[in-house]
């Protein structure tokens, strides 16, 4: 039988198995990723998802002067093929920390005009730290073209409505920005966008503001009617939620409120996305000593919040599945990033969105409805 052509720059998509950061990192130490897609060619599985790549920290640098942030590049160096046969991968990937950079310049600005000599000192101030996360997506690729025998590799599994490829992949909880681990990962949506964000809508639910200079404008403005309320960024492929959705109580909108964080995946059934979600439902302000600021303390039930968006959800009559799902990584008993505990039954909650109908008077717009938690006697 003919040998197999993978060809030159054949992808190959990863995660990085390890959370590290520009301060304990260093040039020359040895990393893992994860194959996180089968990779095929010609109906052929040439590598497994799951199989470990190795890779390498190239370069490293710290929290530096001028208000510039920390440097980490790592480097794919090499996998194994379904056969054992060991072949070269391309790609790097470069991560930096927040920089001050133009902050740092503001303030000289302004140091200058009230007293110049005070400019250059903030030239001594450093940006963030550079933190790379567990789970970072990388794509590299297979460097030369390469040939091999078929009957040393396997027949690729043909694709059906399953999500057996992702749930090994899913992230059991979501991280912060420093790598501690927090909410779990409890939610799993088949949607499309439009139909996705229809169906909060629908639902009475408001999307989130993003964090931003003028939060503090918004909260002294509209106080305790500040239904937006941005959530705090987390991460799940190495990247900050995609998108927030928020249900306030009306009588306390600041202090309580159903919410949960939602990611895109890369992954898709039947040609529609998957999307993963992180639900919680905040129940009282709390001050959180460790970071100087104000954050929302978590009902330990988390299955209950699980729930609630479920029954939530299919009242739009917009959901046509809902199916349990174990967590690859059982989550019983576990704490937020805040130290806060919770418990949940370890099941992931799969809903599949429909299609919205189209409306069927076009040209006619319909008044905007107003979410189901909107009373006007909250807000007199």
């Known amino acids: 039988m003919a040998e197999i052509l993978v060809p ?11 959370t590290l950061n520009s301060t304990h990192a260093h040039r020359g130490d040895r990393l893992d990723f994860a194959v996180v ?26 929290r530096r002067l001028l208000g510039m942030g920390g440097q980490v590049v790592i480097q794919l160096d090499s996998v194994q093929l379904v056969n054992g046969e060991k072949v070269k991968l391309d790609g790097r990937r470069e991560f930096k920390g927040g920089s001050h950079t133009k902050l740092m310049a503001e303030g000289m600005v302004l140091a200058g005009l009230i007293y110049l000599p005070a400019a250059p000192a ?37 694709r059906d409505s399953t999500l057996s490829e992702l749930i090994p992949f899913l992230p059991p909880r979501v991280l912060d920005g420093q790598g501690r681990e927090g909410d779990m990962m409890n939610l799993l949506f088949i949607a499309r966008e439009d139909d996705f964000r229809q ?11 993003k964090m931003k200079p003028t939060l503090f404008w918004h909260l002294i403005w509209q106080r305790r009617h500040y239904a937006k309320l941005p959530m705090d960024n987390f991460y799940a492929f190495g990247r900050r939620q995609d998108l927030s959705y928020s249900q306030p109580d009306p009588t306390c909108v ?3 409120r159903h919410h949960v964080r939602i990611w895109k995946t890369d992954y898709e059934v039947n040609g529609v996305p998957v999307w993963v979600g992180a639900a919680t439902h905040d129940v009282a302000l709390q ?19 699980r729930e609630f968006i479920a029954k939530d959800l299919m009242k739009t009559d917009l959901v046509i599945r809902k199916e ?4 690859a990584v059982p989550v019983f008993q576990a704490r937020t990033t805040t130290g806060e505990p919770f418990h ?4 992931v909650l799969l809903l599949e969105l429909s299609q919205a109908p189209a409306p069927s008077m076009a040209g006619i717009q319909s008044p905007a409805r107003a979410p189901r938690w909107f009373h006007r006697s909250a807000f007199k």
């Not at 030159?8 to 390890?18: A, I």
Request: charged content about 25%.
């Open 122 to 158: 903030l030239l001594m101030t450093h940006g963030h730290e550079c933190t790379v996360l567990k789970g970072s997506e990388v794509t590299a690729s297979i460097e030369g073209n390469l040939r091999v025998q078929p009957a040393t590799l396997v027949s690729a599994p043909e």
């Open 8 to 18: 030159d720059g054949t992808p190959v998509k990863l995660q990085v198995t390890q």
């Open 287 to 305: 001050f959180q000593k460790r970071r100087l600021w104000m954050t929302h303390r978590i009902d330990p039930d988390v299955d209950a919040e």
């Open 254 to 256: 600041l202090t309580r």
């Open 324 to 327: 349990y799902l174990p967590s």
């Open 37 to 62: 897609k089968d990779v095929t060619v010609e109906g052929r599985t040439v590598i497994r998802a799951g199989t470990l790549a190795q890779g390498s920290v190239v370069k490293v640098e710290g």
């Open 344 to 347: 949940s039954d370890s099941r």
């Open 199 to 209: 169906v909060f809508a629908d639902a009475g639910w408001v999307e989130a503001d």
